[in-house]
Nanobody
């Protein structure tokens, strides 16, 4: 069983930055495709960014230029650097690990105040 644990959420003012981290267990972390999703109250969960095992990245169009996903396979960790945060970025952010099956973390709350 793969364990996925997010950290780094919190309260930040608009225009600020946060870096989320996601640690995944297992010796085959480098083989996983990793992704960050978010879910705001009353809305569906949506893709924020993803990164393949080869390091190719993909972003939601609306977030390109503000968010950056990266991974450190030596630490079994994927990161989401979020800059120029806006109140509409407020959501629970979830990490996903995918290799045949999907594994999800419990989520970390990000709140951006105006």
């Amino acid at each position: 069983q793969v364990q996925v644990v997010e950290s780094g959420g919190g309260l930040v003012q608009a225009g600020g930055s946060l870096r989320l981290s996601c640690a995944a267990s297992g010796s085959i972390f480098s083989s996983f495709a990793m992704g960050w999703y978010r879910q705001a109250p009353g809305k569906q969960r949506e893709l924020v960014a993803s990164i393949t095992s080869a390091g190719r990245t993909n972003y939601a169009d609306s977030l390109k230029g503000r968010f950056t996903i990266s991974r450190d396979n030596s630490k079994n960790t994927v990161y989401l650097q979020m800059n120029s945060l806006k109140p509409e970025d407020t959501a629970v952010y979830y990490c996903n690990a995918n290799l045949v099956f999907d594994y999800w973390g419990q989520g970390t709350q990000v709140t951006v105040s105006a």
